[in-house]
């Protein structure tokens, strides 16, 4: 099935059987939400308004997103044929999630109000998300990373490291971090003293058999509302 589609704002024909679909007749569109297709194939250089793009659960090889300068949103989760989709011309962006798929490398250094990241299942070995200074939720799971500063990052409320290989996590330039949850077998060391450990709503570490010591503000407050490691 294929569909084409002209002069509309915003476009939801998710969970279809849609193989192909052309949007270039519609400059105007803003949102898309192609999710749960079977698009192997996707051209949006004509579509510059576009604003928010979600292409979950596609077989979608390749997308070039280079014409979108005005996206602030974009979602590609369980797209397993994806490969590596490049981010430098989207500037504003303030939301993006992207698992599993073959991205082996984001460069998320242009993205000054990004407020959302979301990698989990790629194939990225490094992050720098140093030049993100209004990042609140930062999710980073199951990659091959082995270290991730996030000192810079004042504003992080919710930091997830799940399976990654790093062996230290210092969150003590992160004032207002209120949810962190880790778990890697080569984590050694956790830095929570933050001095605002008791805004805490979520505390948890797992699978962690190497963790030698963490951090806090006060053991005794720690030991009395945060998750025990589990080895």
Known sequence: MSLRIS??????????????LYTSSNPNLEILNVSANSIYDLD???NIALKDLKLNFNPIVNLDIS???????????????????????NNLLEQLSLWYSN?????????????????RSLNLTSLDVSNNLNLYNLYVTNNNISELDVSFNSNLAYLSLDGLYVSTVDVS?????????????????????????????????DNASSLGSICVDDVTYANANFTKPYY
């Open 7 to 20: 002069i509309c704002q915003e476009l939801a024909c998710n969970g279809n059987s849609l193989a192909e």
């Open 44 to 46: 949006l250089s004509a």
């Open 67 to 89: 014409n979108n300068v005005n996206l602030e949103a974009f979602s590609a989760t369980y797209c397993y044929n994806l490969e590596n989709v490049d981010f430098s011309n």
């Open 103 to 119: 991205q082996s490398e984001i460069d998320v250094s242009n993205m000054p109000n990004l407020v959302f990241l979301y990698l």
């Open 173 to 205: 330039s992160n004032p207002n971090l209120e949810w962190l949850d880790l778990s890697g077998f080569l984590l050694e060391s956790v830095n929570a003293k933050n001095g605002n450990n008791t805004i805490f709503t979520y505390f948890n570490i």
